[in-house]
């Protein structure tokens, strides 16, 4: 049966959320996996034994921590500042190289999401836990270099990923769109989107059930809605009748 929206605060929402920020992979973008395909080669490159204790327990904490900027991820799983960065590099490349490989689609209804929101006077901006050189490599498989009105990832707000509140605000400072924080709404399939929306005071916290985690996860970390997935946003953000 599929999972219906359902708000969890009596708030209505309004047109006066004027900024939209979304993630990419899990909401917006369908990788299919990818990032715990990218990190096993990567893992393997410093020498973690597929099938080890070492390498399952690893694994589980890159599914634990989906959202967060990766090479914080590898920071906290290598121990040192030049293994994070080597794992770091070895991951890019690889999910590069699964990108180019045609293995990414847009979550089905998310393009037409965001032509809608912005056709409606909206701000949209694309947010990733990745690199930058990972996200474009995304935003040109897709051909989405102009579908938002700005792209984000953590060096462009200060070096801090999710689920810090780093890059909602950067979107909201560098955009104007917005005179209020409230005015923001956040979407994203992870534990730490939702954070990371709560933390810049979005209005708006929505999480979607196309990626890693599930309602529980998300709820229990501060959506104030859950959607089957972002297609069902600008629905969400019509006025009231």
């Not at 080890?52 to 967060?68: F, I, N």
């Not at 045609?102 to 998310?110: C, D, K, N, Q």
Request: net charge negative; charged share 20%.
């Amino acid at each position: 049966m599929t999972d219906q929206s359902t708000p969890t605060t009596p708030t209505a929402p309004t047109s006066r959320h004027r900024l939209i920020v979304l993630d990419m992979a899990g909401t917006t973008v369908a990788d299919g996996g990818l990032v715990e395909r990218a990190f096993e080669r990567a893992a393997a490159h410093l020498g973690v034994e597929p099938g080890s204790p070492d390498h399952a327990a690893k694994l589980r904490y890159v599914r634990d921590t989906m959202g967060e900027s990766k090479i914080s991820v590898f920071r906290h799983l290598f121990g040192t500042e030049e293994l994070a960065r080597r794992a770091n590099t070895a991951f890019e490349q690889a999910y590069g190289e699964l990108v180019d490989g045609g293995l990414i689609a847009p979550v089905p209804g998310a393009r037409e999401a965001v032509e809608e929101l912005r056709a409606g006077g909206r701000t949209v901006v694309l947010t990733t836990g990745f690199a930058r050189v990972t996200q474009d490599a995304i935003l040109d498989a897709l051909g989405w270099r102009d579908l938002a009105d700005l792209t984000l990832c953590p060096a462009d707000a200060g070096g801090r990923g999710r689920p810090y509140p780093d890059m909602v605000l950067a979107a909201f400072l560098r955009t104007g769109a917005a005179a209020d924080v409230r005015e923001t709404v956040v979407a994203g399939d992870t534990a730490y989107d939702m954070l990371s929306g709560r933390r810049a005071g979005a209005g708006i916290v929505a999480g979607v059930l196309t990626g890693a985690h599930d309602r529980t996860a998300l709820t229990g970390n501060g959506a104030t809605h859950v959607l089957g997935s972002v297609a069902e946003l600008p629905a969400l953000l019509a006025e009231p009748k």
